[in-house]
C-alpha cells in the first residue's frame, strides 16, 4: 500500500519534472521599457489574434495567406523590415514591439495597439521563439540618430540632390510614384514581387511617420526588401537633407513642404528633372 | 427523453428532475441554457474582409474584446488603409447571417390558465421540444473611407421581419476619433452591450434591468412606451474614442418612440449618455469603469378617431429617467461586468394615468434599484463558461394601497431575481464563420406578480443548441 503511494508519488514527481524540463526549454522572454513578457503567455494571444495570418508555425502560411498581399512575414527566417538595429542584425524586442502596435500601412496588419502593453509583450517574446536565431544571436545596437538638422531649402535642394545621386528615383521614380524603371523588377527575399514606397499617397511609411522614423529606414535598410542601408555611404547630415527632400514628394502639409513650395514658386524654371538624363551629381 | 415531471406533496408542479437513464443528460444540462430572443451581433463577414479570426475581435463571440471595440469604435475600420471597399474583390459584399437551432425546456410558475365554472386558476406549465431561434441577415461595413454603415432586418422564428438597426456613420470627422457621428436606429453605446452578450435563453438572453418598467400593481400595465435602454432606437449618436478606445463617451438623441418606426408615439425626444475609462492593471488585463444616463418622455394618452388612437399624436408626456454605473474587471482568463442602475417613472406612466385627468389618491412615482454580476471564464478562445446573477428591487411602489380597494402593493412587488449560467463550445475558430454549441440554464423570480394568488412566479429556461454565423 505504501509502496503504491510512493510509486504514485514518484510518477507525480517525474511528470511535473518533465514539464518544467519543457517549460524551460520554450521560455523565451521579451523586454521592453519595465515590462517583461513571456512566450507562454504570448501563444494564448498569438493563437487568437495572430494564427490566422502567421500560421501555427510563424512561418507566414495562415490559412489567409494566400489571399493576402503583401504577404504575411516569416517569423521562422527572422528578418525583419522595421528595426533600429543595423541590416542583417536581429530587431530590439522594441522594435518588434513597435511594429506591432503601430501596424502597417496598406497590408493587412492592423495596429495592435488596443491590445494591453502586457498582451503585446507576450506576443513579442513569443515571435522569438519561431527562430533558433534569436538564441544564437543577439539584437544587433541600436543605430544612433543624430538631432535633426534645421529645414532650409539649402537642405532640401541637396536632399534633391542626393536623390539623384543615389538613384533612389530608379525605383521611386522620378517624383516619387513608385514607378522608377526598376520599380517592375524588384522582389523580395522570398522572391515575391514587391513595390516601392509611393510617396505621393502620403500614407504612412513601413516602419513610422516621423522624420526621425525616415532617416532610421535609411540607415538600417528594410531588411527581406531591395530597400538597402546607406549607413556606410552617406553622412548623417546628408541622410537629413534627403529626408526634408522626400517629405515634399508627400502631399502633405509639412515644414518641408511650406519651404519647398515657396521656393518653387520663384526658382522652378532652375530645376533640372530627376531621371537618367541626368549625369550623376547634377541635381540642380 | 430523458427529462420527466414529478407532482408529489410539497412539490412544485412541474419541477424538473431527472430519472435515472437521464443523469448524465442532467448534468450537462445543468450547466446550461435556451431561445435567442435578442439580435446579437458578430460579423464574419469583417473576418472575412480583413483575414482575421472571429477571437481577434470577440472574447468569444459575440462578446467583444477591446480590440474588437476599437474597430467598432473607428466605424468597422482597421486604419491599416485597407478600409475602404476599394480595396476588396468586386464579388465581396459584407453579410452574414446568424440562428440558432435548438432545443429547449420552458417551466413557468404559477400561470393564469381557465378554471372550471368560468374562473381563474394558476397553474405550472412546462413545455420543450426542438425549435428556431429568430434570424439576423446582416450587411455592415465601409460605404467608403470613414463612412460606415450597417442594416440587419432581423426576423422571430416565424420569419417576421423588422429592421433592427439601420444607420450610416460619418467617422473620425475633422480627422478625430472623438467625433463620429451615427444616424438612423441603433443600439445604445450600453455600458455591457445586450447584443453582444454570451446569452440565449427566453428568460437569461436579456438584461431583466435593460428592460425593467414598474407598474402600479399585480395585473396593471404602464404607459410608458420605453423598452428600455437595451433596445434600439431611432436617432442621432455622437460618440468619440481615444485611439485604443480606453476613453469613451457616447451621447445619442432620440425620439421617444422606443426604435418604433412610422412615428408612432409623439414628438418628444430622449437623450442618452456613456462615458468610461479604462485602464490597464499589469498581468490582470484591462479594467474600465464608466456611467451612463437615459432621460425620457413618454406620452400618457393619444388623439383618437371614433376611439382609436391616431399614431404619433401622443400628449401629455411625462418623464422617467434611468442612470447608473459599472465596471468591467479581468483578472487574467476570468473577467466580470458589474452594473448598478437607478429609474424612475412618473407616476403618471406607472399608474396607467391619462395626463389630462387627476392622478389616483396616493399614487407615487416608483423607483427602483437594480444591478448585475456577470462573469466569463474563458478557458480559451474556443471555450467559454459565463454566469449571471442580476437583482431588482422596487424601492418606491406606485401604490401602497390599490385605488378602490383595500389591497396592499406589497413593499416588494415586482422586484426580481435572475440568474444564468452556461458555457459556449467553439469547435472551429477561423475567419470564415462561426460555430458554437450553446448550452444554458436561466432562472427568473418575480415576487408577489401571479395575477390570481399574488404570488411568487419563477420562469426558467434550458437551452442546448447550435449557435452559428456565416
Known amino acids: ?284 | 427523453m430523458h427529462f420527466s415531471t414529478l407532482r408529489s406533496p410539497g412539490t412544485p408542479i412541474g419541477l424538473l428532475v431527472l430519472n435515472r437513464n437521464g443523469i448524465a443528460w442532467g448534468l450537462i444540462a445543468i450547466a446550461l441554457l435556451a431561445i435567442t430572443s435578442q439580435p446579437a451581433q458578430a460579423i464574419p463577414a469583417f473576418a472575412r474582409k480583413y483575414g482575421l479570426p472571429c477571437s481577434a475581435c470577440h472574447e468569444a463571440w459575440p462578446k467583444l474584446n477591446n480590440f474588437g471595440q476599437v474597430f467598432k469604435d473607428n466605424g468597422y475600420q482597421l486604419e491599416n488603409d485597407r478600409d475602404s471597399p476599394i480595396f476588396q474583390n468586386n464579388a465581396y459584399f459584407p453579410i452574414t447571417i446568424r440562428m440558432t437551432p435548438q432545443w429547449h425546456l420552458e417551466h413557468n410558475q404559477r400561470q393564469q390558465v381557465d378554471g372550471p365554472l368560468g374562473t381563474s386558476i394558476e397553474q405550472n406549465i412546462t413545455t420543450s421540444g426542438f425549435d428556431l431561434s429568430g434570424i439576423d441577415i446582416w450587411t455592415a461595413g465601409t460605404l467608403y473611407k470613414n463612412i460606415s454603415f450597417q442594416v440587419l432586418p432581423s426576423a422571430d422564428s416565424t420569419g417576421a421581419f423588422h429592421f433592427e438597426s439601420a444607420w450610416v456613420r460619418f467617422d473620425n470627422l475633422f480627422g478625430s476619433s472623438w467625433l463620429n457621428l451615427k444616424f438612423g436606429k441603433h443600439e445604445l453605446d450600453t455600458p455591457i452591450s445586450e447584443k453582444r452578450f454570451l446569452f440565449l435563453t427566453a428568460n437569461g438572453g436579456f438584461f431583466q434591468l435593460y428592460h425593467f418598467t414598474p407598474v402600479g400593481g399585480p395585473g396593471l400595465s404602464s404607459l410608458n412606451q420605453f423598452g428600455g435602454i437595451g433596445d434600439n432606437q431611432l436617432g442621432v449618436e455622437l460618440m468619440g474614442h481615444s485611439k485604443n478606445s480606453y476613453t469613451r463617451y457616447a451621447v445619442s438623441v432620440l425620439s421617444s418612440n422606443s426604435g418604433n418606426v412610422g412615428l408612432p408615439t409623439n414628438q418628444s425626444y430622449d437623450l442618452y449618455l456613456n462615458g468610461s475609462q479604462a485602464f490597464e492593471a499589469g498581468r490582470l488585463g484591462l479594467q474600465r469603469v464608466g456611467a451612463f444616463a437615459y432621460v425620457g418622455r413618454s406620452p400618457t394618452y393619444f388623439l383618437t378617431d371614433g376611439g382609436a388612437a391616431i399614431p404619433g399624436t401622443g400628449r401629455g408626456d411625462r418623464s422617467f429617467y434611468r442612470v447608473g454605473a459599472y465596471g468591467i474587471w479581468y483578472l487574467g482568463k476570468f473577467d466580470f461586468s458589474t452594473l448598478y442602475m437607478h429609474g424612475l417613472d412618473n407616476a403618471f406612466l406607472a399608474t396607467n394615468t391619462p395626463a389630462n385627468t387627476p392622478l389616483p389618491l396616493g399614487s407615487r412615482s416608483p423607483t427602483w434599484n437594480g444591478g448585475f454580476i456577470e462573469t466569463h471564464f474563458t478557458v480559451n478562445p474556443q471555450f467559454v463558461l459565463v454566469n449571471r446573477y442580476e437583482a431588482i428591487r422596487v424601492s418606491r411602489q406606485a401604490f401602497t394601497v390599490l385605488p378602490g380597494t383595500t389591497t396592499t402593493v406589497p413593499s416588494d412587488f415586482g422586484d426580481i431575481d435572475a440568474f444564468s449560467v452556461g458555457y459556449r463550445w467553439y469547435p472551429i475558430m477561423f475567419s470564415r464563420a462561426g460555430l458554437a454549441w450553446h448550452q444554458e440554464y436561466s432562472y427568473v423570480r418575480s415576487r408577489k406578480t401571479s395575477l390570481v394568488n399574488n404570488l411568487d412566479q419563477g420562469n426558467s429556461s434550458l437551452l442546448m443548441g447550435f449557435d452559428f454565423d456565416f
Request: proline fraction near 9%.
Open chain 1, 1 to 284: 500500500m505504501r509502496g503504491t503511494r510512493w510509486n504514485r508519488w514518484a510518477g507525480v514527481g517525474l511528470a511535473a519534472a518533465v514539464l518544467l524540463c519543457a517549460g524551460a526549454a520554450s521560455a523565451q522572454e521579451s523586454h521592453v521599457g519595465k515590462y517583461s513578457g513571456n512566450a507562454k503567455a504570448g501563444k494564448i494571444n498569438y493563437r487568437r489574434y495572430c494564427i490566422g495570418c502567421h500560421g501555427p508555425a510563424g512561418d507566414g502560411n495562415g490559412e489567409n495567406a494566400p489571399w493576402i498581399d503583401p504577404k504575411p512575414r516569416d517569423f521562422t527566417a527572422a528578418v525583419f523590415k522595421c528595426r533600429s538595429t543595423p541590416t542583417g542584425t536581429l530587431p530590439t524586442d522594441q522594435d518588434l514591439y513597435d511594429a506591432v502596435t503601430r501596424g502597417f500601412d496598406t497590408t493587412n496588419m492592423p495596429p495592435w495597439m488596443p491590445l494591453t502593453v502586457v498582451d503585446r509583450v507576450n506576443l513579442v517574446a513569443y515571435i522569438k521563439t519561431f527562430s533558433p536565431k534569436w538564441k544564437s544571436d543577439k539584437a544587433g545596437a541600436p543605430v544612433e540618430i543624430p538631432a535633426e538638422s534645421p529645414v532650409t531649402i539649402e537642405s532640401v535642394l541637396h536632399g534633391r540632390e542626393l536623390f539623384q545621386k543615389m538613384e533612389c528615383w530608379k525605383c521611386h521614380g522620378p517624383e516619387g510614384h513608385g514607378d522608377g524603371p526598376s520599380a517592375a523588377t524588384l522582389t523580395d527575399s522570398k522572391d515575391r514581387p514587391i513595390p516601392p514606397y509611393n510617396f505621393s499617397t502620403g500614407t504612412r511609411f513601413k516602419c513610422g511617420n516621423t522624420n526621425r522614423e525616415l532617416y532610421r529606414i535609411f540607415m538600417t535598410g528594410l531588411d527581406g526588401t531591395p530597400m538597402p542601408s546607406f549607413a556606410d555611404v552617406i553622412k548623417p547630415a546628408d541622410a537629413w537633407d534627403l529626408v526634408h527632400f522626400l517629405r515634399t514628394l508627400q502631399p502633405l502639409v509639412t515644414p518641408e513642404a511650406t519651404v519647398w513650395k515657396a521656393w518653387v514658386t520663384t526658382h522652378g524654371n532652375e530645376l533640372k528633372p530627376i531621371g537618367p538624363e541626368q549625369a550623376p551629381g547634377v541635381g540642380q
